[in-house]
């Protein structure tokens, strides 16, 4: 299910408003919600016939005329006929309700997963998750409330006819209180839409707090910190209870008045049916049903909980609107070059971020076949770049192309499988290990899979876990080094013509690292590297350096050349400080930083260059 619509062109069309997002759910629904009216309908009529028969009944008995029986037989088949028409209603609703939750989250989550990264992040994980569960449970029982209560609005109005053609006394007096009764309808419709809205704010709020500890609780555990988070976790609850409060004021405040006038309204009626039954224009039958019609009439409790349920309903719609109101990426349609070599070309690249530029004007150009190693200073814009360059962020000017190809217009699909990503903290995806290497735009056979994770080092401590590769992933116990080479074996099992290494070595060690990229060259496809690179060792083994200083590109050379450069020793002595201290015929300069990396190995650069 597309979370906008489309236009001809491909470009997105406006995302849908809280109007058009419910009224969407409807239609996702139809027939059943068609049925609860109709069910509702039928239930509305016989509850508005019921009370004329009861009275005609009532007066065929005190008259000892005929037709008794028959009218005592119509009366339960009514009664018997409102019971299944409001059973039906309840199941059928169930079912409505159900069907759009279940359409609203999938909308919800599929428009989510269409955005670039940055944008599903403008919101808290926890603000999401109440968004996507609590929200779209109250939203979703808009059609059932909608359907219900536009057949409701039959009862009240009913009553008002039949208190007419009974007489037009009793409709004139209860006329006169029902300005007073549309005024309090008013006033809880408009409290509560504003009581409901930042009570479903705050629930956000709390469970952003809450997802945020639950992340970090380790570390809470360590610091002896419990206490303090579950304050601060806490803390919006105050401000929860007063929204609360105040939403149970507005409807205790409608009730009331409810209680006083309804009453009242009643017994003014009844006063002037009395004195109509006096004057022998009423029988007591009559009288009976214009009792009863008279409540029908003035039905505030079901008015204002039905009120109620839709003004929740559009609350909750409305903080799902604003998910699918953030615009998507625009997707394409182009092929690929065939056999493209992977040319990525940079072309006056600036991205914006809270209106201030992390990219500005970058011109860069990675030949293809070649690795290129991404070099700067933190907040330099490194991860940035490697998510412009395969699209997981769309640019603010200029254009990114691949093999001649801007990124906007290639097909979504083929991108993917031709432009793979590891990261420095990989998420893992699947039941098992294997699944979590297979997790991508296509499942590669399982000797695919098993030589992606043995060119990434994985292979050796996969085999030792209980079941192998088929070894539950969520119990894994994998050290932080061995999940990033999962994520590097993931990276290697999907590679196409650009492979995008976001610092994706950081955690392994030196000789494993070395491993790594030997085998990245001799046994992973062979393509266009980009590395985002924070040690020497990285930059030294790749063809050419990009070197990144506060969102431009410095220079780009070789790191021999650059290596020339104080400034760009500096960068790697601010990473590696604990490598400041040159030993006995290491290959360091004078900033104490070995230009191939930890170990002096000089031998280290890539075989086969």
């Known amino acids: 299910m597309a979370a906008t619509d489309r236009t001809p062109d491909g470009a997105s069309a406006a995302p849908p408003g809280t109007a058009h997002l419910l ?12 049925a609860v009216f109709l069910c509702s309908a039928v239930a509305a009529g016989v509850a508005i016939v019921l009370p004329a028969l009861l009275g005609h009944t009532l007066d065929l008995l005190l008259d000892d005329a005929d037709g008794l029986h028959g009218a005592v037989v119509l009366c339960a088949v009514l009664i018997v006929a409102e019971i299944v028409c409001t059973a039906l209603e309840a199941l059928l609703g169930g079912v409505v309700t159900a069907r759009s939750a279940a359409w609203l989250r999938r909308l919800g989550v599929d428009h989510l997963l269409s955005l670039a990264p940055h944008r599903a992040g403008e919101h808290a994980s926890g603000d999401l998750v109440t968004r996507l569960t609590g929200n779209v449970a109250e939203a979703s029982t808009a059609p059932t409330t909608a359907a219900a209560g536009l057949a409701a609005l039959f009862v009240p109005i009913g009553g008002l006819v039949a208190l007419g053609v ?10 006169a209180g029902v300005p007073l009764l549309i005024w309090l309808l008013r006033a809880f419709a408009r409290g509560s839409s504003e009581s409901v809205s930042g009570y479903q704010k705050v629930q956000g709020e709390i469970a952003t707090r809450l997802v945020e500890g639950l992340g970090g609780a380790r570390s809470i555990a360590a610091a002896g910190g419990s206490a303090r988070e579950l304050g601060r976790i806490l803390d919006p609850l105050p401000r929860l209870n007063a929204q609360g409060r105040r939403m149970w004021q507005v409807y205790g405040r409608a009730m009331a008045g409810a209680g006083i006038l309804v ?16 004057d022998g224009h009423l029988t007591v039958g009559e009288l009976l049903a214009a009792s009863r019609y008279t409540a029908l009439a003035a039905g505030l409790g079901v008015a204002v909980g039905g009120l109620d349920a839709l003004v929740r309903s559009r609350s909750a719609a409305r903080r799902t609107a604003e998910l699918l109101a953030i615009p998507p990426m625009r997707q394409g349609t182009r092929a690929l070059p065939a056999y493209g070599p992977g040319r990525l070309e940079l072309c006056g690249v600036t991205v914006l971020r809270g209106g201030e530029p992390v990219l500005r004007g970058v011109d860069l150009v990675v030949p293809g076949g070649t690795t290129m190693a991404v070099v700067g200073r933190s907040g330099a814009g490194k991860s940035t770049l490697a998510a412009v360059a395969g699209r997981l962020c769309d640019v603010d000017a200029g254009v990114v192309l691949l093999d001649g190809v801007p990124l906007t217009e290639i097909d979504p699909a083929r991108l993917r499988r031709e432009v793979g990503y590891a990261f420095e903290r990989p998420a893992l995806f699947g039941e098992t290990i294997a ?5 991508g735009p296509y499942r590669p056979q399982p000797a695919g899979i098993e030589a992606a994770a043995a060119a990434a080092g994985a292979d050796t401590f996969i085999r030792l876990l209980p079941g192998g590769y088929a070894a539950p ?49 001799h046994d992973v496809r062979a393509g266009t590297r980009l590395l985002i690179a924070h040690r020497v060792s990285s930059a030294a083994r790749a063809d050419l350096v990009a070197w990144l200083e506060a969102g431009r590109v410095r220079a780009v050379g070789t790191h021999e050349r650059l290596w020339e450069e104080p400034d760009y020793r500096a960068v790697f002595v601010a990473a590696e400080p604990d490598d400041a201290s040159p030993g006995p015929g290491s290959t360091r300069d004078s900033t104490g930083t070995s230009k191939y990396g930890p170990t002096g190995d000089g031998d280290s650069t890539w075989e086969g260059r």
């Open 23 to 34: 009224a969407g759910a409807v239609r996702h629904s139809p027939g059943r919600t068609a």
């Open 435 to 439: 699944d979590g290497i297979a997790f």
């Open 263 to 278: 009453p009242l309204l009643s017994t003014a009626v009844l006063a002037v049916g009395g004195v109509r039954l006096a």
């Open 166 to 175: 009974i007489d037009p006394w009793l409709l004139a007096v209860f006329l």
């Open 473 to 521: 992933r969520a119990g894994a116990p994998l050290s932080g080094g061995e999940l990033q080479r999962l994520g590097l074996a993931r990276a290697f099992a999907h590679a196409g013509r650009l492979l995008v290494l976001d610092d994706a070595t950081s955690s392994l060690d030196s000789v494993t690292e070395l491993r790594v990229d030997r085998a990245l060259v």
